[in-house]
């Protein structure tokens, strides 16, 4: 028996990709992150433009892997970058 304070959702369906999409999006909050399932591409891009410290250090803009969990590497180490060559504070 359920809780009749517990919402159920019949007919939903929650696929893999959209769990790893969700995951993304938490762990990385300063990026907007798709999955184009067609073509098997997983893309993100950055919600600020890049200061031209950040260009000259490698950041990027736009990023597109062929798996969630290649995008998701990708994006730690566009972290680490864009902390290490961000804007210098005062």
Known sequence: M???????????LITRQQCQLAALEQTFPGWHVTH????????AIRHTPLSE???RGGVRYMLTYPSAEALGSA???QVELAHTYGPTRP
């Open 53 to 55: 410290r950040e260009r």
């Open 2 to 12: 359920t809780d009749p304070e517990t919402p159920i959702l019949e007919g939903v």
């Open 36 to 43: 184009d399932p067609v073509l098997s591409r997983w893309t």
């Open 75 to 77: 994006l730690a180490d």
